[in-house]
């Protein structure tokens, strides 16, 4: 592979509060950028290697804070869909979609390129799924930490785009056992089909994760809303039916005022820290369920390999009413960390977009979020931006990605979040503390305390398990340093017997706790 137009980006931050606490670093500007992925190697958390489309490739030996672009070249073609992950070794995978010059045509087949440098070289690559005239999209990645076997998931089309009632999408499986040299021959696992529109009854975003035993889970969504398999050896067996797992309120195609298109596709992770929810399986998307100007993101749990599932839980922290979309997820293996990362409009009426990231430290039971990009932008439909962002975590170290607009012209960032991680370091950055309600469960009034580091503008709401609000008790007032506590009074505002959250924004940072009224 010739790699070109080589060069180095050093952090651009920006003089501003936010910009402090959470640097922007530019990846890069060149190509018009979009659809970005990004990893971080466990082996080495210095190395941190991107991807957009249509084929750039990035890498950094310092943990994100400078950047070298490269552009991605193979015999198969590289036509975007980035997906990057590591294997035991430390090796780098840059998966991707196919456009060869000869002997293919665009999308025929998966392929993956390996560098065993950190992203400075890569290998001409192999694939996976040429099974012509069909068109293989959208795959996504996982590797066996303990066997270094590499599992992929995709769809394929009978012919993409099509609307003939005869033509179909279905997911795919393969597998590698040989560190990418050869893969296995592709296996379908969902039961009930999709069409080929590309839409909400196409079957898509099957992302894969890894199981403490080996399992391998996979959730997508289609015609039957968002829906799991697994497989207990290897891939070689799946379940006779595909599990339900939630509605996807609005189907996973959906509009976002100022962007070309959007989706709410899911992503799958398993949690194998051995930490207190080690085996918990996870998965994350966006969806329009409470309304098209109210796009939320959501998190489902199971705890006992995808058999049933949680109700679904509001990730964003903000009060309802503003859009938050194109989420990503990652779990950090290490700590049992959830991660999330997501384009966010709360701050604002018109269309500008912020990116925030959010954590949950209990395994999905209560969420913090802040915003980490240093300024908004504003996109315009005419504007492709890709279909996913994305998030990577490791040992504290955490790596959002995303594409913005700017004078017209796209670029891709990421921002240097893992000063934030740690106990002490959270605080920091997100300049309060909110302790839990007290007592709880609780029958007539409760406590609700926080203390600010800061003089702050704050706001305190209850809302239900929906986001609806039911009880305002502070709004847009301004605090000085100091510890507070105010009491809840659930009978003042006629409330049932259930679970409900208290929500605390300072400063435009959000977080929740969830409390029970028992009665």
């Given amino acids: 592979m010739i790699l070109k137009d080589a060069f180095l980006f050093t952090s651009l931050l920006f003089a501003s509060a936010a910009a402090a606490q959470h640097p922007n670093v530019l990846i890069s500007s060149s190509g018009n950028p979009n659809e970005p992925a990004i990893h971080v190697n466990p082996k080495n958390t210095n190395q941190v290697v991107a991807g957009a489309n249509i084929a750039g490739v990035y890498y950094s030996t310092d943990a994100g804070a400078t950047w070298t672009t490269n552009t991605l070249t193979s015999t198969n073609g590289v036509w975007g869909d980035p997906c990057i992950k590591t294997d035991t070794n430390g090796a780098f995978y840059y998966f991707h979609l196919s456009n060869p010059s000869s002997g293919g045509s665009w999308i025929d087949r998966i392929c993956c390129q390996k560098s065993t440098n950190g992203g400075a070289t890569w290998n001409n690559g192999t694939y996976m799924g040429l099974n012509p005239p069909k068109d293989e999209d959208k795959h996504w990645v996982v590797v066996d930490k303990k066997t270094n076997v590499i599992y992929v998931t995709w769809t394929e089309f009978d012919v993409y785009g099509s609307a003939v009632s005869t033509d179909s999408s279905r997911i795919l499986f393969s597998k590698s056992v040989d560190a990418g040299l050869t893969w296995s021959t592709p296996k379908r696992i969902n039961k009930v089909n999709g069409d080929c529109i590309d839409s909400d009854n196409t079957v898509e975003g099957a992302t894969p994760a890894v199981g403490p035993n080996g399992e391998v889970y996979v959730g997508w969504v289609g015609p039957a809303g968002l829906v799991f398999d ?78 049933t599932w949680s109700t679904p839980v509001r990730v964003n922290q903000d009060a309802p009413g503003k859009q938050q979309f194109f989420c990503s997820m990652d779990i950090d293996q290490k700590t049992g960390y959830l991660w999330f990362t997501y384009y966010d409009r709360r701050n604002y009426t018109d269309n500008q977009t912020d990116v925030y990231v959010a954590f949950s430290k209990d395994g999905g039971v209560t969420f913090s979020d802040f915003k980490v990009s240093a300024t908004p932008f504003l996109p315009n439909s005419g504007t492709f931006f890709g279909d996913y962002t994305n998030i990577s975590a490791y040992n504290n170290v955490v790596r959002p990605i995303w594409t913005r607009l700017h004078g017209g012209a796209l670029s891709v960032w990421t921002s240097l979040v893992n000063t934030v991680v740690t106990s002490d370091q959270v605080q920091d950055a997100i300049p309060y503390s909110l302790d839990q309600n007290y007592p709880n469960p609780f029958d007539e009034s409760t406590m609700i305390a926080f203390k600010l580091r800061n003089n702050s503008r704050v706001s305190l709401k209850v809302v239900d398990m929906f986001g609806r609000d039911m009880a305002v008790l502070i709004d847009n007032v301004d605090y000085d340093y100091g510890k507070y506590t105010e009491t809840f009074d659930a009978q003042r505002y006629n409330l049932s017997a259930g679970i409900y959250y208290f929500v605390l924004t300072v400063d435009g940072a959000t977080t929740n706790r969830k409390m029970i009224l028992a009665r």
């Fill in 230 to 307: 697994r497989s207990l050896d290897g891939g070689t067996t799946w379940l006779n039916k595909d599990i339900f797992v939630s509605n996807v309120g609005g189907g996973w195609d959906y509009a976002i005022p100022g962007i070309y298109r959007a989706n709410g596709l899911p992503f799958t992770v398993c949690d194998l820290s051995g930490g207190p929810n080690h085996g918990t399986i996870y998965i994350n998307w966006s969806d329009q369920k409470n309304g098209a100007a109210d796009t939320d993101v959501w998190l489902v749990k199971s705890t006992d390999q995808g058999s």
